[in-house]
């Protein structure tokens, strides 16, 4: 019973700071690596950051470095998407994942599991 609830997502303009939240469920929420991914219309999903379950480790695809920030608090069962600066690339549905237990974590099929989905639009 894994079910993740992304929000956050809005209309924004170019440099422009806006914060994802996901939240989960299940126990053992706390002892999985969590990720961000997001589609763009017509193109492949791709990895934005992952975060290790401690969130001691993270890593983050070379488009969003520098201006991304992946952090939990696994407390409150949360993952959250920290984006300033903001891009008409940025664009894109926006979805939370789960780590499906296996001993890689830096590519998009580790993580197993997904939400719905939350849509960002930076809007030139």
């Known amino acids: 019973q894994v079910q993740l609830v992304e929000s956050g997502g809005r209309l924004v303009k170019p440099g422009d700071s806006l914060r994802l939240s996901c939240a989960g469920s299940?126990?053992?929420?706390?002892?999985?690596?969590m990720a961000w991914c997001r589609q763009a219309p017509g193109k492949e999903r791709e990895l934005v950051a992952v975060i290790s379950y401690t969130g001691e480790n993270t890593n983050y695809a070379d488009a969003v470095k520098g201006r991304f920030t992946i952090s939990r608090d696994n407390a409150k069962k949360t993952v959250y998407l920290q984006m300033n600066g903001l891009e008409p690339e940025d664009t894109a549905v926006y979805y939370c994942?789960?780590?499906?237990?296996?001993?890689?974590?830096?590519?998009?099929?580790?993580?197993?599991?997904w939400g719905q989905g939350t849509q960002v639009t930076v809007s030139s």
């Open positions: 994942g789960r780590h499906g237990g296996g001993t890689t974590w830096r590519k998009l099929v580790d993580y197993t599991y």
């Open positions: 299940g126990r053992t929420f706390s002892n999985y690596a």
